[in-house]
């Protein structure tokens, strides 16, 4: 039952709002002893790792009804079958679902009790470590079947474990997420600034450490974003296919809004977008691109915006620096990898 997963996804914090009240509505109609048991041994299955036959799963469920019933504010027991109206239903369902939590955890304490010991000294997994240097982009391929984009400048570090314990990445730069779905590890990249949840979706994360700002863009699916210095459950943003979070690295302040794909993405498909972006950062962006260095003389370079077509399709830097010179106001000249261009407005 899809309800299951949710209530497991609740306990790992992946859900929505809506979602929330989903799940209050299953758990306070429809829990009864047969779905009690399968959701208890759904959950100590995922878990642990210890002898779950060793529980009395008959007296577990009849005191998680019992708690679900006191916390509702009424006496229960036989299944739930009347449809009950809650008030505050979001608010609630933290409440009941927190006392199946405490069971479950209790429950897992006496079968990992019974355990034998564990070694006190973890053994750190190795790391894995890919970097794409100026002027390149790659792609990997990732033993759970995902797919990650490197653009220039952008390195991804995960343990020797990724797809069998867990699915963590760390990021620096940018990359294109294609995460293959696993309902028991969901996909977590985890920048400076920012850490994104996912199961099986599509998105972006740019988290450069020279830029000002941090984003994520989500092309399909659906993840969870937390802010990196603030991971709390009480600050988190779930974005929807073609929604976008922009966080201001100075003030920690972040907004979300639509966008457009071509605009944001087109750097996975090789191709270059500087519609409505600032000089300076299409400076920043093209010394990645093409691995050279860009002076500027002059002043004014905050204030020129490239109000072309913006969409480079694989073409060399002098094509695309006469283009944009004859656009904002600026001559260039070439020097193998040293550039200087010259603000003539």
Known sequence: MEDKNLIYHFLKEDCSPEELDQLHE???????????????????????????????????????????AAKNGFNQTKPIKKRIIVRNRRNNSWVIITAILALVITAGYFITSNSQEVDPSP?????????????????????DGSRVVL?????????????????RIHLEGEAFFEVARDEDLPFVVIS??????ALGTSFNVRDYGDEDSASIALATGKVKVKRSQNPTNKFKIF???NEQVVLNKASQKWSKSSFRPERVLSWKDNNLNFKEMSLARIIKTLERWYDVNIEV????????????????????LENILNTLGYTMGFESTINEKQIMIKLTN
């Open 192 to 197: 400076k600034n920012l850490i994104t949840r």
């Open 26 to 68: 299953w758990l306070i109609s429809d829990l009864d002893e047969e779905t009690t048991n399968e959701l208890l041994k759904s959950l100590w299955k995922k878990t642990h790792d210890g002898n779950i036959h060793d529980i009395d799963e008959s007296k577990l469920t009849a005191n998680i009804r019992k708690e679900i």
């Open 239 to 241: 974005l929807n296919p």
């Open 297 to 316: 003389k002059g002043q004014g370079i905050e204030k020129l915006t490239y109000e072309g077509t913006g969409s480079f399709e694989k073409q060399s």
């Open 123 to 143: 053994v750190l997994a190795e790391q894995i470590e890919k970097n794409t240097p100026r002027g390149h982009r790659s792609t990997i391929n990732l033993r």
């Open 151 to 167: 653009n220039s400048e952008t390195k991804i570090t995960y343990d020797e474990n990724f797809g069998i314990d867990n699915r």
